[in-house]
């Protein structure tokens, strides 16, 4: 089992920066990747950013160079750094973990884009 916690989502306005926290507890060591990934109202999840346990990431065009996936080990935690946000990054971002048999997600942190 992987237990996922995500904390610092918030209003921000268009051009400005967040930077979320994922904590990650449990069966660490079974853990391919972590990443990302973002639900806006009426819309279908979808991956944002992912780093496999080699350290590779992976960006969608929408956020390339923009947003940064990072990770410290030592306290266990994967981050989401997001500079220059439009609107349309508006949406509930989610922390996931996968593993050889199943994705793990956590609760979710909203994260709004607005003047």
């Known amino acids: 089992q992987v237990q996922l916690v995500e904390s610092g989502g918030g209003l921000v306005q268009p051009g400005g920066s967040l930077k979320l926290s994922c904590v990650v507890s449990?069966?660490?060591?079974?853990?391919?990747?972590l990443g990302w990934y973002r639900q806006a109202p009426g819309q279908a999840r979808e991956v944002v950013t992912f780093?496999?346990?080699?350290?590779?990431?992976h960006y969608i065009d929408s956020v390339k160079g923009r947003f940064t996936i990072s990770r410290d080990d030592a306290k266990k935690t994967v981050y989401l750094q997001m500079n220059n946000l439009k609107p349309e990054d508006t949406a509930v971002y989610y922390c996931?973990?996968?593993?050889?048999?199943?994705?793990?997600w956590g609760k979710g942190t909203l994260v709004t884009v607005s003047s």
């Open positions: 449990g069966s660490i060591t079974s853990i391919y990747s």
């Open positions: 780093i496999t346990s080699g350290g590779s990431t």
């Open positions: 996931s973990a996968e593993t050889s048999n199943k994705y793990y």
